[in-house]
């Protein structure tokens, strides 16, 4: 699957709250990864139901290796091809993971994004 993984994303990731800031909210300290391969999709005419029973268009589909650190609430910022293209500059938010597994192990991370508005 490894070999099919031929565009690179950067993710930006937000950690646990750290403080509050002067108007009460709480500060969320954010890193951003460069450089991860993935492959991008866009499926056509796809809903999944979040946690709180809501439909969600799902926006795209992007797959990761299966050691990759990606969780829901990550946000894909850009995805561009080997040749520096860029194929989303869309901010695509994680909503979804499915790890694709063989009888040993993990084989890849499916991501279901959608569109932050």
Known sequence: ??????????IRQTGAA???D???KPVLPTTSVTGIACRYST??????VDSKGRN???????YFKPDEDVSPGDVVIEIV??????????????IAI???????STVYQKAYVKKVK
């Open 1 to 10: 699957m490894e070999h099919l993984l031929t565009y690179r994303g950067t």
């Open 18 to 20: 750290t403080g509050r």
């Open 22 to 24: 002067s108007y009460g």
């Open 43 to 48: 499926p056509t005419n796809k809903f999944m």
């Open 56 to 62: 969600i268009a799902i926006q795209g589909i992007v």
């Open 81 to 94: 091809t080997a040749m520096g293209d860029v194929l989303s500059d869309d901010e695509l938010e994680v």
């Open 98 to 104: 499915d790890k694709a597994t063989n009888m040993d």
